[in-house]
């Protein structure tokens, strides 16, 4: 908007605060602990905290909420409209239901940071521990799948891009968007289903299901990175497509550099931080993914669990997993948002 | 160059046939309004014009070697892509968004160097400094390890000019390089090309769409409109020699700190053409108040005016004829009718 | 109010053949949604304890289902159930978008900034969590399925209208129109809404799409449309056990999601390409935005175009 | 006809190797596997290949030597001589007073076992007679089938009784297997003893074809578990959905355990309209529980014969058919009008101004085929003019909302497995819910009578008064059993043998 | 017709330590019927100020009045301070006929639809439009057609004191002048009081009677307009009129050497304004280039300003100490 953005004062880089030109008349003399708080990094890691425990907060709320929120009464609903009023009772009882609210949350957070989650109604078994023991599939699962759908989905999205640069090869890229729009529309379990049929049953190339081996990554992994890895790398096509038309780019050919220099050095890191943005949704997305894909390769994850402590009304364990799930993706955001920082300099400062 | 054309699928040609010749340690202004394909020519100069526009002349070459056509060799095309590397500089409009914003300005300094010169990171980098330092950078150093949105605009285009800088440019072709800064700015990006034109006789293509900053740094003022060069003449006889039409009207419409405040501003009524549906004849003959049934029928071409002047009119008028004529033009009457 | 260039512009996008192929296949699809409970509901529900889980054969094109039912004509029924639930999905999350991402432009700016965070903070949980709660809340059921993928779809909505009304808020236009007095919500009305109006019908488009989707994987599962209703989740649900035995019976459920969802999301690419939108949620992860709207343009210091 | 079964060609085709691993498909998660604290058939079945039982049943439901090699009894006592030799897996040697102790610890209430009950009943004590190696049972109410119900318990040893945790996802028993490794929700292996040699029977140790190692995999979808089959990664797998046509197609071995699954029940709380036996009847009437069975079995199912799972109970009398009510619309609607039902507004019948409008219960756990049963029977009811509201509900409900309660339901598909006939008196007579499992308020005094003449008798001799029984229960309908579904348990490259539902481990052959 | 005047008028954007004092303190009269020209750098606050008057920002302290009563507004009313914004493309609703556009402005107290047809007309008239054009869409119009309907839409709400910000400086050269001479017609066919904001001097001195020359948040020169450009006081009013190209000069004079210090210095930050005179830094007869000019870094000249020539804030202002009649 104006010329004067982004002058060299209160923006400069880690350690080089030298006083810029013109601040020879002292009009700002920062001291030591205030650049420290007005740099950038620090600003924007105390500001990225706390999105992230306001953020930790509300989920656990939520959490808390959530049984709360059941209309009637939980435990009613939980035994069903035809149990006697004594066993509510006590089950009321032993649950603390019966306690104020403000108590119970208390209570609650207490038990959250001394990593108790209740005990699951179904199995009898801590919930924590049933989490402990199923969380690492699903996580391999969803980081797996998340990589490779990133693995294919750049390098497509990046050629594709290059290639329908500026409207060229139109037919190219009608065949890329209808593909990978189709790709998208896949329902994963199906996809998985398919995928089965032909590599494991016809085929007989990999493994039909489980998770003990290498081999047995794959079809999974592959079934729930096709549809992520279509929508990124669309993304990836457009973003670099709107990178290919900057002002910079055009600066990049003016230098001469070869064309793999400029796609790569100049193109592809500014492409790459809105397909990050996504990605990392993605991931989220992911492991919803997983609650199908493991039921069909019996793969020994968290996302059956989800499902099955729903229909069984098992709310401690929901509990459990909302949160845990939910501090994943947290977590996830966080890690993208780093990412981010660390790539494009100027997100820092945008933040604000 | 010879002839340059520049077309676009439709077909739309937004450059129509222009040639000139920049010598050494000059400095040539392009004016012209808006769509009138200054930038378009600066593109097509730069070898920068992608698919599907084409680049068409009978001849263009720079430093003596051709630019046009696919070289036979290899070799060939890698030595034209290093000479124009290293002795070809562009600057561009906007200072804002023609640098990467995830990489430091010293690199990006740097990065042609490497490439062009076989520099080593370090020398690049101390090269880079030496530059932004030549195009006064304050603090070079510290500045080249920042990134563009730490730097101010008019510190951006000197960066840019330095980085024009980096090899042994023999021209810089500026395209509207100070459009996007403060009048105070604007002076010293200007100053600095002047400088730099001076000190290492490098030629300047200078574009702008506004005339009076083309006359006070110019040698030679090439006036476009409508895709063709319809005046060039030296920029010191601009105020008095100027004999298209147009020219006179791009004169006249910009106030400056001596117009007279009892006139009104002279107009050009009407609209620039759309390069997509150009008319027959000369394109500014539905403008011009001296049009007559021959402007509208046939294209006038570039022809000699005298020594260093060059007018493409049927009907080029002197100082007087202006003075004369150009009144009747300038009444309230014609804004109040509307744009035709 | 729609002026010409807008209604040429869809006209155009129409006539690209994606466009065209992507509008016939939608309306196709929204027709069969209209009709087919109409016309088949009777051969969808005719039980047949004779014929239990054919395969295909003349009379039974896609086989029958356990109670003998023809599982091609369930298909089309069903079409009613998915299409509406989606859709219903989706009217959700883009009247709570709508509201909550106007909000900023109608509240004071206190308030416009606490939406502001609300909605940056719910868009980073993902509309798995939001189902869960729902399911819990609401029990399970198409209701809380309904509502909870339209409330998961909601943020990103939300951040999306936020994002393009803030840019067209910041606009001249709408300075002047306050300047002329023109009232809050007015201006909402007339100039910020029509001027939005294009990304948000894509990304509705797309969305009801990833809602398409997302209901059937819910029902799928046994969290969406609860017996003896039937969508294509439960379908696929039902039938995909016996994949290997009657194939035909299994993907067809299947096979309706994909082209469903394929008319929805090809037409809303079409009109995005159509219209130069940018702003595109990825289909099914709708939880999240994939924003690549460009800000604003700065307005360099002169510039004429 | 305990387990029917096929063999072909195709199933092992070669001799028993050894040295080989089996892999079995397990429909869920075992959980806790202490075999005392657990009531899932699939951890029963986990437990099986990690402890044995003082009894054994043979394919046809025999008794036959377990730990025990000898036993005896009333049905008040029971006696059990231990046989010669037994370890448990740490190599310590079984002795009676350890058995005692494990039948003394599951009668006790206060320990909560989820066995007492089924197997030992409650307040039953044993005591032991090391030298003689006996152990003595004395129950504190008759049982007719003391003898086979102790019979049946797993017996821990001494360390797991000291420290239940060990038993959560270990073992210490005397099976054939002890647990290797276990990784909840995923898979559990198992070791074979080598020095295993008191299998069921005449069970020999040195028997050709025994694998070394057991590995349970947990797969919850069924095609993937014929996937499994299919492609050779598994050995066993028990298949109950439409995967059976496709396996069965592929002619591997199989035997199959019949289970109860279409079980018609009413809520007989006074003041429903249900606790009415001519209502009832005509719902029944109403019914075509041919139409019906095939439907939720997808048509492999059979008729049902007793109440007590087929093949598992000591007894094989058939009681049911015949007995049953049959298919008649008409009958079904001149009956309910007779019942002062009606024809009402909208079709529905009333009665003093009461709708009649039931709460049909059925559960989801089970597959998709009953929910068509339950669309098949609002269908049937609805015709008689009945209003039908269809519940789908979980197992867990089932037992807290439908077992526990009396509220609500008003009939529904509850599939209820037993083995013995006996175990069935608590369902279906005595105190309702919450201080009795009466559910459905059943109040029949000729079934009363009839079962108390039977538990004085020990043993199967009382086999004809159980029969007697239940025929009394169909008369007044209250309750309708109509078919059982088959669960064939499929095998390729072994071959076993069921007991009870269950693989017996000492049956397995891998076959090269 | 009306005095437009902004009293100690501060605006700040941001809180805490973000925050940006984009006018400070400042103090202008735009006298009834006359056009004051407002000249500065980019960012120096022009348009926040006009925005301020306006109520599209708010103004954190200071008061601005109409005819010595301060501006309230308040939906539903006839605004009397009327904008015309820089960039014609965006302050036209690109979704609205230019009819619609310009009637939404006019006041619904004013009368009917009818009537409402007839000003649109009438309005158009007098910018120079067919009254045809009405139905047009912007995306229809040039630049400069874009900007006389702008200014008709201003016309239509019946101000009293119109702001112009940098109505031309997204204008092709050859249509600026159309709109100026419009301008300048309209002004003195109406009577119009006007602040008309540009960071062209040229352009300024063809419509105005009074300049004032804004930097950094601060109006550190204001007096008749011939006054400024032929004696200007402050050393950046001096420094824009260097700058102003000149026809017939094609003078680009090195520096002067001795203020090469200053001559390449940034704009400075508008986060953190130097102290004293926040022109310092780029001073050409401040601190950096002559000695013993040491107040210019602590003392702000603009305390003692109305006491300068052109209220000029600068201590070492050519002229002598004396007030300024701006009414003269
Ligand atoms: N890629 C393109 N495809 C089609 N037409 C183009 C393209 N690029 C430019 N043009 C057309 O070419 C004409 C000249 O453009 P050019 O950018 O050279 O004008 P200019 O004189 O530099 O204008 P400005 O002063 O606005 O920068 C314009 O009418 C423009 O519409
Ligand atoms: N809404 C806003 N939020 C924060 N800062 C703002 C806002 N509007 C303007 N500013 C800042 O206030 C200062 C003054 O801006 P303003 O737009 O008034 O300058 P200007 O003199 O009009 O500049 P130009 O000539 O570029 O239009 C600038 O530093 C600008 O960055
Ligand atoms: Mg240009
Ligand atoms: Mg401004």
């Known amino acids: 908007m104006t010329t004067t953005h982004g002058t060299t004062h209160g923006t400069t880089m880690p350690g080089a605060t030298p006083p810029g030109p013109g601040s020879t008349g002292g009009w700002r003399a920062p001291g030591a ?177 489980g998770r003990s081996n290498a081999a047995s990554y794959v079809l999974p992994v592959i079934s729930l990175a096709i549809g992520p890895a279509a929508i990124l790398a669309r993304i990836c096509r457009v973003e670099l497509l709107a990178v290919l038309q900057t002002d910079y780019l055009r600066t990049a050919r003016a230098k001469r550099l070869p064309a793999p220099a400029i796609y790569l050095r100049h193109a592809l890191p500014n492409a790459v931080t809105a397909t990050i943005t996504l990605g990392g949704l993605l991931l989220g997305g992911m492991v919803a993914g997983t609650v199908l894909v493991e039921n069909v390769f019996g793969w020994p994850g968290l996302g059956s669990t989800i499902v099955s402590s729903i229909l069984a009304k098992d709310y401690p364990l929901v509990q459990g997993v909302v949160l845990v799930y939910g501090v994943g993706v947290l977590l996830v955001n966080l890690v993208v948002d780093i990412t981010l920082a660390l790539l494009d300099p100027r997100s820092t400062i945008r933040e604000s | 160059m010879r002839d340059l054309r520049v077309t676009f699928p439709g077909p739309i040609t937004p450059v129509r046939g222009i040639s000139f010749t920049i010598s050494k340690g000059e400095i040539v202004g392009v004016v012209g309004e808006s769509g009138s394909g200054k930038s378009l020519t600066a593109l097509a100069v730069a070898q920068l014009i992608e698919p599907p526009g084409q680049v068409e002349a009978t001849s263009l070459s720079f430093l003596g070697a051709p630019l046009l056509g696919r070289p036979a060799v290899r070799s060939t095309a890698d030595a034209r892509r290093r000479s124009l590397g290293t002795s070809f500089a562009m600057v561009f409009q906007d200072p804002m968004t023609s640098f990467n914003p995830t990489k430091r300005i010293g690199v990006q300094l740097a990065e042609g160097a490497r490439e062009h010169q076989g520099l080593s990171r370090r020398q690049a980098m101390a090269r880079a400094i030496d530059r932004l330092r030549a195009v006064r950078v304050p603090a070079a150093e510290r500045r080249a390890g920042q990134y563009p949105h730490e730097f101010s605009g008019g510190m951006r285009q000197r960066a840019m000019i330095g980085m024009g800088l980096m090899g042994a440019p023999a021209l810089i072709v500026a395209d509207e390089p100070t459009t996007a800064l403060d009048v105070t700015v604007q002076r010293q990006v200007l100053r600095l090309l002047e400088t730099i034109r001076r000190t290492d006789d490098v030629a300047v293509l200078l574009i702008s769409h506004d005339i009076t900053v083309v006359a006070q740094v110019c040698d030679r003022v090439m006036v476009m409109y409508a895709g063709r060069i319809v005046e060039v003449l030296p ?93 009747r033009h300038l009444g309230i009457e014609s804004i109040r009718t509307g744009q035709r | ?118 909605v940056n903070v719910a868009v980073a949980f993902p509309g798995l969590l939001l189902a869960l709660f729902f399911a819990v809340v609401f029990g399970v059921g198409a209701k809380g399925a309904v ?109 309706a999601v994909v082209i469903a969802g394929l008319a929805f999301n090809l037409f809303g690419e079409a009109v995005a390409k159509g219209f130069g939108v940018t702003a595109v949620i990825g289909p099914r992860y709708r939880g999240r935005t994939a924003e690549t709207v460009p800000a604003a343009p700065e307005t360099p210091r002169k510039s004429w175009s | 006809a305990c387990s029917s079964g096929s063999e072909t060609t195709s199933a092992g085709g070669g001799k028993p190797v050894e040295g080989q691993t089996l892999t079995m498909a397990l429909g869920a998660d075992p959980g806790n596997l202490d075999p005392q604290f657990t009531s899932l058939s ?52 079984l002795t009676p007073s350890m058995v005692a102790e494990n039948i003394t610890f599951v009668g006790n209430p206060a320990n909560k076992s989820t066995r007492m009950g089924v197997y030992v009943p409650p307040g039953a004590k044993a005591t032991a007679d090391d030298a003689a190696g006996t152990v003595t049972v004395t129950a504190a109410a008759p049982d007719a089938f003391l003898v086979r119900n102790v019979g049946g318990l797993h017996i821990v040893c001494g360390k797991g009784m000291k420290d239940r945790n060990l038993l959560k996802q270990g073992s210490d028993g005397t099976g054939m297997f002890t647990v290797a490794e276990a990784v909840p929700g995923d898979h559990y292996t198992l070791n074979r003893r080598k020095e295993y040699a008191w299998g069921p029977g005449d069970f020999k140790a040195d028997q050709a074809g025994l694998p070394d190692k057991v590995v349970l995999k947990v797969v919850a979808n069924e095609t993937t578990s014929a996937n499994l089959l299919l492609s050779g990664q598994v050995n066993v797998v028990p298949i109950a959905g439409p995967e059976k046509q496709r396996l069965e197609a592929q002619k591997l071995f199989q035997r199959s355990a019949s289970t109860p699954l279409g079980e018609l029940w009413f809520n007989q709380k006074a003041s429903l309209p249900t606790a009415d036996p001519a209502v009832r009847r005509a719902l029944t009437q109403g019914l075509d529980l041919a139409q019906l069975g095939k439907v939720i079995t997808s048509g492999t199912g059979t008729p049902t014969t007793s109440l007590v799972a087929a093949g598992m109970g000591p007894c094989s009398e058939d009681t049911v058919t015949g007995n049953l009510p049959g298919h008649d619309q008409e ?116 079934y009363d009578a009839a079962v108390a003449k039977a538990s004085s008798i020990a043993g199967t001799d009382g086999c004809g008064d159980w029969a007697a029984a239940e025929r009394a229960l169909f008369e007044q309908v209250n309750v309708v059993p109509f078919v059982n579904s088959t669960v064939p348990i499929f095998g390729k490259g072994a071959t076993f043998e069921l007991s009870q539902g269950s693989v017996i481990p000492g049956s397995i052959r891998m076959l090269g | 017709m009306s005095e437009l005047r902004f009293d100690q008028v501060t605006v700040r954007f941001g809180t805490g330590r973000n925050v940006l004092t984009a006018v400070d303190d400042v103090e202008l009269t735009v006298p009834s019927g006359q056009v004051v020209g407002l000249v500065g750098e980019s960012g120096s606050g022009k348009s926040t100020l006009a925005r301020a008057a306006v109520g599209l920002t708010e103004q954190a302290s200071g008061q601005i009045l109409l005819d010595g009563v301060p501006l309230r507004h308040s939906a539903g009313q006839r605004r009397p301070l009327q904008m015309v914004f820089q960039d014609p493309y965006s302050s036209l609703d690109p979704r609205m006929t230019v009819g619609d556009s310009i009637a939404e402005a006019v006041p619904r107290s004013a009368g009917g639809a009818k009537h409402r047809r007839q000003e649109v007309a009438r309005l158009l008239g007098l910018v120079g439009l067919d009254a045809d054009r009405a139905a047009a869409y912007p995306g229809a119009l040039s630049g400069g057609q874009r900007q006389r309907v702008a200014i008709a839409r201003a016309l239509a709400g019946q101000p009293d004191v119109i702001i112009a910000d940098e109505i031309t400086s997204a204008l092709d050269v050859s249509i600026q002048g159309t709109v100026l001479n419009l301008v300048r017609e309209l002004q003195r066919e109406l009577h119009l009081s006007m602040l008309f904001i540009s960071h062209n001097l040229a352009v300024v001195r063809y419509v105005s009677d009074f300049i004032a020359v804004m930097y950094l948040g601060r109006i550190v020169e204001v007096g008749p307009a011939r006054d400024v450009l032929t004696d200007p006081q402050h050393p950046y009013t001096k420094e824009l009129l260097a700058a102003a190209p000149q026809r017939g000069t094609t003078s680009l004079s090195e520096p002067d050497p001795a203020l090469q210090a200053v001559a390449d210095a940034e704009p400075a930050d508008p986060h953190h304004p130097p102290a004293g005179c926040r022109f310092h830094p780029r001073c050409p007869i401040g601190p950096l280039v002559l000695p013993g000019r040491e107040d210019c870094l602590t003392i702000d000249p603009t305390t003692e300003a109305s006491r300068r020539r052109h209220r000029t804030a600068c201590h070492h202002a050519a002229g002598a100490l004396q007030t300024v009649d701006l009414s003269q």
């Open chain 3, 147 to 255: 509502l909870a993928i339209g409330f998961a779809g909601a943020p990103s909505f939300a951040r999306l209208t936020q994002t393009l009304a803030a840019g067209v808020a910041e606009r001249d236009f709408v300075a002047a129109a306050r300047i002329a007095g023109v009232g809050r919500f007015r201006i909402l009305l007339r100039h910020v809404l029509p001027n939005v109006a294009e990304p948000l019908v894509v990304n509705a488009t797309i969305g009801a799409g990833g809602a398409l989707l997302a209901f059937s994987g819910l029902s799928f599962l046994g969290l969406g449309v609860q017996p003896p209703a039937y969508d294509w989740g439960r379908l696929m649900g039902e039938s995909l056990n016996g994949i290997y035995v009657h194939p035909a019976a299994a993907l067809a459920p299947g096979v």
């Open chain 4, 42 to 93: 699939v951890t029963h079945q986990v437990n099986w290949f990690l402890y044995d039982a003082l009894v054994n049943l043979d394919p046809s439901g025999k008794m036959v030597a377990g730990l025990a090699e000898k036993w005896e009894g009333t049905t008040t006592s029971a006696k059990y001589t231990l046989r010669k030799g037994i370890t448990c897996a740490d190599g310590s040697p």
């Open chain 1, 33 to 209: 602990l205030a650049a420290m708080t007005t740099h950038p990094w620090v600003r924007f890691a105390v500001r990225r905290l706390g999105r992230l425990v306001v953020s930790v907060l509300a989920l656990v709320t939520a959490a808390f909420l959530m049984i709360h929120l059941i209309p009637g009464d939980p435990v009613r609903s939980a035994l069903g409209p035809s149990a006697t009023k004594s066993l509510i009772d006590a089950r009321r009882e032993s649950l603390g239901l019966d306690d104020p609210l403000w108590l119970q949350y208390l209570q609650f957070l207490q038990h959250l940071f001394t990593g108790n989650l209740g005990t699951s109604i179904t199995t009898g078994l801590p919930v924590s521990d049933v989490i402990r023991d199923r969380l690492p599939a699903t996580v391999q699962l969803a980081v797996g799948a998340f990589l490779v759908a990133v693995l294919i989905a750049l390098p497509v999205g990046l050629v594709l891009g290059v290639l329908t640069r500026a409207g060229r090869r139109p037919r190219t890229e009608l065949g890329f968007t209808s593909t990978t729009v189709i790709l998208a529309a896949i329902p994963e379990f199906l996809l998985a289903v398919g995928l089965v049929y032909v590599f494991s049953m016809k085929l007989g190339w990999l493994p039909v299901a």
């Open chain 3, 1 to 118: 109010m729609r002026t010409k260039a807008t209604r040429a512009r869809w006209l155009a996008v129409l006539r690209t053949p994606v466009g065209a192929g992507a509008g016939i296949l939608l309306l196709g699809v929204l027709l069969l949604a209209l009709l087919a409970p109409i016309l088949w509901s009777d051969q969808a529900s005719a039980i047949d304890t004779e014929h239990l889980l054919e395969g295909s054969s003349a009379s039974h094109w896609l086989g029958t289902d356990n109670l003998g039912r023809d599982i091609f004509y369930r298909v089309l029924v069903a079409s009613r159930t998915s299409i509406l639930l989606a859709l219903m999905a989706t009217a959700i999350a883009v009247l709570t978008g709508l509201a909550l991402g106007t909000a900023p432009l109608l509240l004071g700016r206190r308030a416009g900034r606490l939406v502001t965070a609300v």
């Open chain 2, 235 to 327: 920029a010191a006889d601009l105020a008095t020699g100027a004999s298209h039409p147009y020219t006179r009207a791009l004169l006249a419409a910009v106030p400056d700190l001596d117009t007279d405040l009892d006139e009104p501003l002279a107009v050009i009524p009407g609209r620039p053409v759309d390069p997509a549906h150009l008319p027959a004849g000369c394109a500014f003959a539905a403008r011009c108040e001296f049009a007559q049934d021959r402007c509208r029928e046939s294209d006038p071409d570039l022809v000699g005016h005298g020594p260093a002047h060059q007018v493409a009119c049927w009907n080029p008028q002197g100082d007087s004829a202006w003075q004369a004529a150009g009144r």
């Open chain 4, 331 to 446: 009958a079904a609607k001149a009956a309910l009008d007779a019942a002062g039902w009606k024809a009402g507004a909208g079709g529905i019948r009333e009665k003093g101004g009461a709708k009649l409008s039931l709460v049909f219960y059925y559960p989801t756990s089970l597959g998709p085929t009953l929910q068509s049963g339950a669309e098949l029977l609002q269908k049937a009811w609805t015709e008689l003019g009945v209003e039908v509201s269809l519940k789908a509900v979980s197992t867990a409900e089932i037992s807290t909302v439908v077992l526990a309660g009396q509220g609500t339901w008003h009939a529904g598909l509850i599939p209820l497995t037993v083995s013995l006939p006996s175990q069935l008196v608590s369902f279906l007579s005595g105190t309702t819910p919450p201080d009795g499992s009466n559910f459905s308020s059943i109040k029949n005094p000729g």
